[in-house]
């Protein structure tokens, strides 16, 4: 690294921006709980955020004003009944709401008014939010199911009819499910989402959706129909995480209110009671964890419609409420967000087809055929194929203990009617794919044109882009993010075949990648939640979460289950809203506590370790004994955030003991090495900002000089793949990092991507035997690293959510441009530049009321930083 160079940092507005008109100042993106227009808010105090629309240079927010109102011509007259916040000299942009109290099943209009740089007032739109339940008092239904227990297989129907007198206003539909469902009305499915609701620690919470069926409806007779699917609720397939003996297992049940409110005013409630029918159908068998089972022999045409003969349908019983907490499910679905249609079949006889996806992908097969009456269709989804050109499941089916004949692994089964062309998707299972391979009792004649496969996950929008003149880089960020979203389901999971685990490691080491791609924050509000469900009084967490009891003494510690801390801290990092930390304060303190309590000398060998390293072991007790640290300084500092002097004071001596300890037993002050010295033992301490202040360059030095060794090759497991990157860039050694970043030979990122993965792996080693899943996030920080080191885009913690965001791009060897953006809470960041010999053109966008400090990369000529208020700007950094 060359220093102490004297040098200047030639910048200028290049493009200098015209004036734009005040009209196209405006505030836009109003959202309510991070939601555009959510329905069934059962908060109290939601969340109100916005982003100006204002191009011009420097532009800011001065001030802002809220109205709330149920009425919204009068909200947008600039009054409101439920909350007038008056003008706030203030630039936050995220309020929570703080007028009267909000009632249940309400629709509520609001309107923020900002003044810009300049004092100027301008008005958003009126947006809605509707706030649902509020808690179990105003549920008009009861919970209901049908007569059969756990070990039956068909899925229950369900339906009612009812009459609609006068003309509808609107209509919600409000479902609390144990299991997962699909509702219709009149025939037509009830919205757009899949595997509803969300998988949580059902006798702990269970989700209810809400849904605007006022279109559905007609004047006249109506029928309602109910499917319901067993999920994670009731696991009757077996596999080793013990989930067909979870405590809360039971038949699937559910509670639906059906409000409707008439042009008049008045309002009725069609509801879940003892007048519904049962009765069985096509599904056979469900299981989220293996497959479906259809047989379209026996579908019943127009069951969900009125006027359809259900005298043969049986009664339904009541069932008591699965949990205490019956809440909204306020977040992103999961829908069928991308299809692909095979890019390859091979006809392996006239019985078996086999098709290419192309892209390795978590979802279902749709896949219509005629066929004779009673042909078995076996609908099988593996990752890789044999020689032989078949399924081959050898890499997945590992901890599967159920019947492989009767329920197969990955696998549907569809038996055809023989009357007409069936289609089938199964509603209530999803899979971890690229291959599909039919199998057919009798012989079938099958194309391309049969099978449509889609790309199932929660549809959380892109936040960000990463476009490169180094095509390894692109294809690293889009295999990052499809292995991402493959393992997005309500949580997070390690993979979508062999396990669909909520592993805790897996989640916190991915979730800057998360976060700087993808707008995931209901979704972690969502599994924090399920944390806090799951916690132990003494604070201990399992690490698979949900549970059904798996996860304790499993090694289930700090490197995995920090999640509890680094999670919250993160999204207030990204979104600068600290509520989910709020949120998780005690039960980050609870889980600190623990293991202080346990670790007196402030060591602990409560973790896992540096999971499946290439070939370098690290000391378990230096990792976990860094994650007690990390836990602890986000304790100290939430406690500052939130005014809590003592525990601030507490928590930020504990982690001076832990830190003090770390570097008393582990650093060899003299050699500057951490224990053996291995990358991960190195690059831990730096990135977590273990290593004292005066051993960081010799400390980091080392690192380089150990990847120097291994000629730019990785030699981690999970948490030195988390730290190696980012302690070679934030220490002077960004070539480096770069190096190994896109090495392409065995071991690195990019050794999978040249052998053809479209998703991230496993295990570096292509031929391992063990922990060969080819769809895995744990090993997903390459993907965020793009962003902060090509991008160089940083939250600033001192203004987190990008208020201030921290530019620090390098410009390596071997790159001639690159564009990264992200969308903050202010709006597009975008940083991009081009490198022409030594000199780079560097083009920033700071959205309204955001700001920017520039701190040019280590082989920069001029070191100064750079203040960049909100606007476009050009920059001219010439490199030595
Ligand atoms: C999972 C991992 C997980 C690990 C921990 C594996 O089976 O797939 O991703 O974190 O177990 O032991």
């Given amino acids: 690294m060359i220093k102490n160079i004297i040098v200047t940092l030639i910048w200028a507005a290049v493009s200098p921006m015209a004036q734009v008109a005040a009209s196209e100042v405006q505030p836009i993106q109003l959202k309510c709980e991070h939601l555009v227009s959510p329905l069934g808010v059962d908060t109290q105090s939601p969340r109100l955020t916005w982003m100006l629309k204002d191009d011009r240079p420097g532009a800011r927010q001065i001030a802002y004003q809220i109205i709330v109102g149920t009425d919204s ?13 008056g003008k706030q000299g203030s630039d936050q942009m995220l309020v929570v709401y703080n007028g009267k109290s909000l009632k249940a099943v309400t629709r509520y209009f609001w309107r923020v008014t900002v003044w810009d740089k300049d004092g100027n007032p301008s008005s958003s739109k009126v947006a809605a939010f509707e706030t649902g339940m509020m808690g179990t008092n105003h ?3 009861t919970w209901i199911s049908d007569n059969n227990n756990i070990n039956h297989k068909p899925a229950p129907y369900f339906r009612k009819e009812f009459e609609v007198k006068k003309d509808v206003r609107y209509a919600r539909a409000y479902i609390a499910v144990a299991g997962l469902y699909e509702c219709s009305i009149n025939g037509d499915r009830v919205g757009d989402h899949q595997l509803d609701p969300m998988y949580t620690r059902f006798d702990r ?4 959706v809400t849904h605007d069926v006022t279109s559905q409806l007609k004047k006249g007779a109506n029928a309602i129909g109910m499917v319901l699917g067993n999920g994670w609720y009731n696991h009757q397939s077996l596999a080793v995480w013990d989930f067909h003996n979870a405590p809360w297992r039971a038949r ?17 409630t069609i509801v879940s009671e003892r007048d519904w029918k049962t009765a069985s159908g096509p599904i056979t068998f469900n299981s989220i964890y293996t497959g479906e089972h259809y047989d379209a022999r026996l579908e019943q045409p127009g069951w969900d419609k009125p006027g359809f003969d259900d005298a043969k349908w049986g009664g339904v019983r009541y069932r008591s409420v699965p949990s205490n ?5 306020l977040m992103v679905p999961i829908r069928l967000v991308t299809p692909y249609k095979p890019k390859l079949m091979k006809k392996i006889d006239g019985k078996t087809y086999v098709f290419d996806m192309g892209q390795n992908m978590s979802g279902v097969t749709r896949i219509r055929i005629k066929g004779p009456e009673g042909t078995i269709l076996k609908i099988k989804h593996g990752e890789r194929i044999h020689e032989s050109g078949r399924v081959d499941m050898s890499n997945i089916d590992v901890y599967y203990r159920g019947d492989k004949e009767a329920d197969p692994f990955q696998t549907d089964i569809l038996i055809l009617s023989g009357k007409k062309e069936d289609e089938f998707m199964p509603k209530f299972n999803y899979k971890g794919f690229r ?6 009792s009798e012989p079938v004649e099958m194309t391309e044109a049969n099978v449509t496969a889609y790309f199932t996950h929660s549809d959380v929008k892109p936040f960000g882009e990463v476009n490169t003149s180094v095509p390894l880089v692109n294809s690293l960020w889009k295999v990052t993010n499809n292995a991402y979203l493959s393992n997005l389901m309500g949580y997070p999971t390690d993979c979508p075949q062999r396990e669909k685990n909520g592993w805790t490691g897996d989640g916190h080491l991915a979730i800057e990648t998360a976060l700087y791609n993808f707008d995931g924050i209901t979704v972690y509000e969502k599994w924090l939640a399920d944390h806090r469900d799951e916690q132990q009084p003494n604070g201990v967490l399992p690490d698979i979460i949900p549970t059904g009891g798996w996860g304790y003494g499993t090694a289930n510690g700090l490197d995995w289950t920090s999640t509890i801390a680094i999670i919250p801290w993160q999204v207030y990092m990204f979104y600068g809203d600290s509520r989910l930390l709020e949120n998780c304060y005690e039960n980050i303190q609870r889980y600190v506590d623990y293991v202080d309590r346990i670790s007196p000398d402030g060591l602990t060998t409560f973790g896992r370790g540096d999971w499946v390293p290439v070939k370098t072991t690290s000391n378990l007790e230096l990792t976990s004994s860094v994650y007690f640290y990390t836990d602890a300084s986000i304790l100290a500092a939430a406690a500052q955030l939130f005014g809590k002097v003592e525990d601030h004071r507490r928590y930020t001596a504990l ?3 832990i830190k003090d300890a770390i570097n008393k037993k582990f650093l060899n002050r003299t050699t500057g090495i951490y224990a053996g010295g291995s990358q991960t033992e190195l690059s831990v301490p730096l990135y977590w900002k273990v290593v004292p202040e005066d051993m960081i360059q010799k400390v980091a030095a080392n690192l380089n000089k150990k990847v120097e060794e291994t000629n730019f090759h990785l030699d981690v497991g999970v948490l030195g793949a988390k730290a190696l990157l980012n302690a070679l860039k934030e220490n002077g050694y960004e070539q480096s990092a770069y190096k190994v970043a896109v090495q392409d030979t065995y071991p690195s990122w990019g050794w999978w991507v040249v052998n053809g993965a479209t998703t991230l792996l496993e295990n570096w080693d292509l031929k391992a035997q063990r922990d060969i899943s080819d769809n895995h996030m744990m090993f997903g920080e390459i993907g965020g690293w793009f962003f902060k080191s090509i991008g160089g885009i940083l939250p600033d913690p001192r203004q987190p959510g990008f208020k201030n965001i921290l530019l620090r791009p390098i410009f390596p060897e071997g790159m ?21 010999n030594k000199k780079v053109t560097y083009e920033v966008q700071i959205p309204a009321n955001a700001s920017a400090t520039f701190y040019p990369p280590a082989n920069a000529r001029d070191k100064g930083l750079v203040k960049l208020p909100a606007g476009k700007h050009t920059l001219q950094v010439t490199l030595l």
Avoid: M
Wanted: aromatic share 12%; proline share 3%; with cysteine.
């Fill in 73 to 85: 011509i009068q909200v947008l007259n600039g009054k409101g009944t439920l909350w007038n916040s």
């Fill in 139 to 141: 549920w008009k239904g």
């Fill in 816 to 836: 001639d441009h690159a564009k990264v953006t992200h969308e903050s809470p202010y709006g597009t960041i975008v940083s991009s530049w081009t490198k022409v």
């Fill in 325 to 329: 907490q019956v809440v909204a499910q």
């Fill in 205 to 208: 919470r269970t989700l209810y």
């Fill in 655 to 657: 982690s001076q003991k």
């Fill in 252 to 268: 699937p049940a559910f509670c639906l209110d059906l409000r409707i409110v008439y042009k008049d005013g008045t309002e009725e």
């Fill in 435 to 440: 291959y599909i391979e039919v199998t057919s």
